[in-house]
Structure formats: C-alpha cells, structure tokens
C-alpha cells in the first residue's frame, strides 16, 4: 500500500484555537478520506469521512478541506477543548461496489490543547 | 448497541509461541479487518474479510492468518512469535466504508 504522509507529528494549540493537521497521498485510486481520534488505550474512533467529490466536509467543530489536484487534505478543529487532547490518524482507501479496501494510515499527530 | 468486541484485552507470550485473537462485529456488519498498531505508528492493515472470503491482505508474513466465521465473527492467528509482534491489534467492522475499530488486544511477546 502506497504511504499518506501526516504532519504535524506533534501540535500543542491554546484552548479556542484551531488546531489543523495535513495529509498528501499518493495513490490516485484512493477514493475515500477518513479522520480518526484515538486516546490512550483506547481503539481509534471515526471522527469524519470526505470523498474526493466535494471539497469540505463539517460536521459540528470538525472539518475537513480536500484538495484533489494536490493530493492532500486537511483536518481543522474549531474552538478546540482540552478534551480534543488525543492523537489524530488520517487514512484513505479506494472504494468499489464491493465495499472498501483496508485503510492506509499516516503516522498520526498528537495533540495537546493547553488550557 | 454494542460495539466492536475483542477478547483477550491483554496477553503475555514468548517467542515462538502461537496465539489467537478473536473479534465480534457490530451486529449487521458483515466486513471484518485487522491492523496491527506499532506503539508511536498508525495501524497497518493485514487482513480484510467479507461474507467470509478474504477480500485484501496487507504486506504481512504468512505467519499471520485469519478467517471469518458464518456469524461473521472473526480469528487472527499468528504463529512462531517474534519479539516484533508485540503490538496493539485492532479489528474494524465495516457496513460497506466506513470501519468501526474495536478496543484492541495488546500482545507482548518476551
């Protein structure tokens, strides 16, 4: 599988900030652009999903922004808390009747919202 | 409704040793994958199954194997361990895209 690179690795925002965290793919056949939120310990949990048709997905003070023609897309975290303190995965995948293919990972970004 | 499941949570074994890692899906998901978690690394995808078929492995020795089962509950299996395989396991089911991770098995190998 071909890699997602992710940056930053490490992010520290004030609280009521945005934080925002980027990831540029290679693989022209990824079709579908998740946004994982994992604590210690804890799985990763889906947070959000873009396909490559629109350019910016919200969801509450998530949002992700996607550039086709760059191959990258973005996570901004609006009005971010001290409890959006975790580490962030984007993935991609290509999607075909049949259902998706395994995800491909970045190497994640760990966040910390100062008080 | 309950999530993912994976049992054990925790387990201890020495290299060379086998092991066995089971799954439950969100009830209706009929996808199962597993990814392995490096401390400090984003999962790597090793297996996907779907309707009890593997749909898609990941580049992983063939010590690694799995299967699905008419419930749609799945196994890992991993056999002769090395001190590599210590990792956080994780199974994600899937309804069509999107995939629902569960807690994960944390495996140490010594």
């Known amino acids: 599988q071909q890699q997602v690179k992710q940056s930053p690795q490490s992010l520290i925002v004030q609280k009521g900030g945005i934080s925002i965290i980027n990831c540029a793919y290679e693989n022209t056949a990824f079709d579908y652009f998740p946004w994982y939120q994992q604590f210690p310990g804890k799985g990763p949990a889906l947070l959000i999903a873009?396909?490559?048709?629109?350019s910016e997905k919200k969801e509450g003070r998530f949002t992700i922004s996607f550039n086709k023609s760059a191959k990258q897309f973005s996570l901004h975290i609006m009005d971010s808390q001290p409890g959006d303190s975790a580490t962030y995965f984007c993935?991609?995948?290509?999607?075909?009747?049949?259902?998706?293919?395994?995800?491909?990972f970045g190497k994640g970004t760990h966040l910390i919202i100062q008080p | 409704d309950a999530g993912v499941t994976q049992s054990p949570t925790h387990l201890i074994k020495t290299r060379g040793q086998h092991v066995t890692l089971r799954c439950s899906p969100i009830?209706?998901?009929?996808?199962v994958s597993w990814y392995q978690q490096v401390l400090g690394q984003g999962p790597q995808f090793i297996f996907q199954y779907y309707e009890k078929e593997e749909r898609g492995r990941g580049n992983f020795p063939d010590r690694f194997s799995a299967r699905q089962f008419p419930n749609y509950s799945s196994e890992l299996n991993v056999n002769a361990l090395l001190l590599g395989d210590s990792a956080l396991y994780l199974c994600?089911?899937?309804?069509?895209?999107?995939?629902?991770f569960g807690p994960g098995t944390r495996l140490t190998v010594l």
């Open positions: 009830s209706g998901h009929k996808s």
């Open positions: 873009i396909r490559p048709d629109v």
């Open positions: 994600a089911s899937s309804p069509v895209v999107e995939q629902f």
């Open positions: 993935a991609a995948t290509s999607y075909s009747g049949g259902g998706a293919d395994g995800l491909t």
